[in-house]
């Protein structure tokens, strides 16, 4: 059953949470690609702010094994070691599963896509939650989660495959989407654009002639063909060598090479925005 857009206006009429019920399905250290970016790049955003207030980092949608959440607990611990940490689902038995395993600083909450927590989130990392709405639902979802963040908090919402081989993300402010982020093992793929099927709801529809994500991947592929020569040092020097050439022809390539020998790349929103829609470089209010 798909949740229809008119139903996620940023409240519950009846008091029920945001958002649909997922299959619930995880596995440990499914999540350690999305964590390392989260904890990395981003650490900056879960030091104590002015009011020197705890940052709140919420789990939404953890899945039927608290066992992400209790990983994303740890990591975050292990940059902000009095950031209060919080996982959410809308299944009842999924929370009781959580709160048996109940540690300082780590809650569990019923609840969706409104967070009901009592101050703003830091960060809000919501991964393969989104895969079973309509594209048309996601500025939507966006807005509504990005309305509970932070002024320097983000939205971290993408999708991986079962055993976090293949990952992709966006980053959200209030600002509206700001990244995409991609990560893949080595060995796990064959070419950049067999992440295509891990893509965010945002842009897994739009990998199609004409669409910026669609020639960003053509030019991913074309650049990793390119640099076959240097696999003979490793694919990371390979990857490495991928991200330079895509810089060089003028895609707005983050970070350095640090993160790509990671086999992690970040690339600005608008480079991969969709053409049309809600989504189309739009901020959201």
């Known amino acids: ?108 909450r019923l609840g969706g896509f409104e967070i009901p927590i009592d101050s703003q989130a830091t960060v809000i990392r919501a991964f393969n939650v989104l895969r079973q709405y309509d594209e048309a639902d996601v500025a939507g979802i966006w807005e509504t989660m990005a309305g509970r963040l932070t002024e320097n908090g983000v939205l971290i919402e993408g999708t991986c495959d079962e055993i976090g081989r293949r990952s992709s993300w966006v980053a959200v402010t209030k600002n509206g989407p700001q990244t995409l982020s991609i990560s893949l093992r080595f060995g796990a793929f064959t070419r950049p654009s067999d992440v295509a099927e891990r893509l965010p709801k945002a842009l897994i529809h739009r990998n199609i002639d004409g669409e910026r994500i669609h020639e960003f991947l053509a030019a991913a592929d074309a650049a990793w063909l390119s640099a076959a020569p240097l696999a003979s040092f490793g694919n990371k020097q390979r990857f490495v060598a991928m991200c330079r050439a895509l810089r060089e022809n003028g895609w707005p390539i983050c970070d350095s090479a640090a993160r790509w020998r990671l086999g992690e790349l970040t690339v600005k929103w608008e480079a991969v925005a969709p053409r049309t829609g809600a989504l189309a470089l739009a901020e959201l209010n």
């Not at 790049?41 to 039927?64: H, K």
Request: proline share 8%; hydrophobic share 35%; glycine share 12%.
């Open 1 to 108: 059953m798909v949740q229809k857009a008119t139903r996620l206006g940023g409240r519950s009429l009846t008091g029920r949470p945001l958002g649909n019920t997922t299959r619930g399905t995880t596995n440990p250290n499914r999540m350690r690609r999305v964590d390392r970016w989260m904890t990395g790049p981003q650490a900056w955003r879960l030091r104590p702010g002015t009011t020197g207030a705890p940052p709140i980092a919420v789990d939404l949608g953890y899945g039927a094994s608290p066992a992400t959440a209790v990983e994303f607990f740890d990591r975050v611990r292990s940059v902000s070691p009095l950031a209060q940490v919080v996982g959410i689902e809308i299944e009842p038995e999924r929370v009781a599963r959580g709160t048996a395993l109940h540690l300082d600083g780590l809650d569990f």
